[in-house]
């Protein structure tokens, strides 16, 4: 059975309106293992599942005649899709009701934001719900142009926790994984606890961002002494800061360094054997911070470069975030 809630009945009348011969099924990892049921469930069409790995919204795979159905993330709103794609959010069939109440009984903060990534989106209600029953006040942010819901926050936006952070005492992120929780952390500098569902458990993520701290301050070190830079691009349609990449390029060299432009679909670490001391993403952040072992050189994102070439004091380090995209 798939844990997840999926309108199969919607997606037909979706592709019944656009009268494309195919689909093609783009699935992030924790979906793709129910990619045959999907496909079982759309028998009559001819489907084709993508083994390629789909992390985000930003990240699409479109092909003439075909539409293509991407599960599990919700449209960037301030993206121009092409016409034959849809996002069908597949939210998780799970309840935050005991992790809340237990949230709610042990924990003293008087005003919570709630963030989630979209999987638990519709769950926000459930625990604004529970918490104002116990007396707490709760705040649900707006994001910015990259946001659909609110509350949201994406691996690379944490705009709605932004813009409640003054209100509230800390944050609660509804949901498994720690990478969002720290990047509200970061964003913020309020602590943010994490409600597991299906542990029933809830965890605060401070340790870790101290570790994250020190590992970016080592990077940002070594970016000091860099002299010749490689500036990584993506083609992605979510993920193209071009605009950003060529003023850091102009910004190095007018300190008389060198820069070189690197242009990419999928960021393979392994792949960039460049003459040059450190790498610059302006791709998805998470390559920055989730694969920066597997890169040969360091890495760093656009605002560490800035901390490094002493344009920004190290008070303002935080995560890299994308606004806008634009070439
Ligand atoms: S850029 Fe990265 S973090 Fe942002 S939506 Fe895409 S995959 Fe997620």
């Not at 049921?37 to 489907?47: C, N, R, S, T, W």
């Not at 293509?68 to 960037?76: L, Y």
């Not at 509804?174 to 969002?180: A, E, K, Q, S």
């Not at 990419?264 to 001391?277: A, F, Q």
Request: net charge negative.
């Amino acid at each position: 059975m798939i844990p997840y809630r999926i309108d199969f009945e919607k997606i037909k009348r979706e592709v019944a309106k656009r009268g494309l011969g195919k689909i093609l099924l783009q699935l992030p990892e924790g979906l793709s293992i129910y990619a045959t049921e999907i496909a079982d469930e759309l028998k009559g069409y001819d489907v084709l599942i993508s083994t390629k790995p789909s992390y985000g919204a930003c990240d699409i795979e479109v092909y003439r005649d075909t539409l293509t159905i991407q599960f599990g993330h919700s449209e960037i709103p301030n993206i121009q899709y092409p016409g034959n794609i849809i996002f069908v959010e597949a939210p998780a069939d799970v309840s935050f009701k005991d992790v809340a109440e237990k949230f709610a009984d042990e924990v003293k903060c008087e005003s919570v934001g709630i963030v989630s990534s979209v999987q638990h989106i519709h769950s926000i209600s459930e625990v604004k719900e529970i918490l104002e029953k116990r007396g707490i006040r709760v705040f649900v942010g707006e994001g910015d142009g990259r946001i659909k819901y609110p509350g949201q926050v994406l691996g690379c936006n944490f705009s709605a926790a932004r813009h409640i952070a003054s209100k509230v005492s800390c944050f609660i992120f509804l949901g498994t994984g720690d990478f969002h929780a720290m990047g509200v952390e970061l964003s913020t500098g309020k602590k943010v606890y994490v409600l597991d569902p299906y542990s029933g458990e809830y965890h605060t993520v401070e340790e870790k961002v101290d570790k994250f701290r020190r590992q970016r301050f080592g990077a940002i070190v070594k970016a000091e002494e860099a002299e010749r830079f490689g500036i990584i691009l993506s083609s992605k349609i979510g993920q193209r800061r071009w605009k950003l990449a060529f003023a850091i390029k102009e910004m190095i060299e007018s300190t008389g360094k060198k820069a070189y432009l690197l242009m990419s679909d999928v960021i393979h670490p392994e792949n960039l054997y460049y003459n040059v001391d450190i790498y610059v993403n302006t791709a998805c952040p998470r390559v920055t911070y989730d694969d920066f072992l597997r890169f040969s050189k360091p890495v760093i994102s656009p605002l560490e470069l800035e901390i490094a070439l002493k344009l920004r004091p190290w008070e303002n380090f935080t995560f890299d975030e994308i606004v806008e995209v634009n070439r």
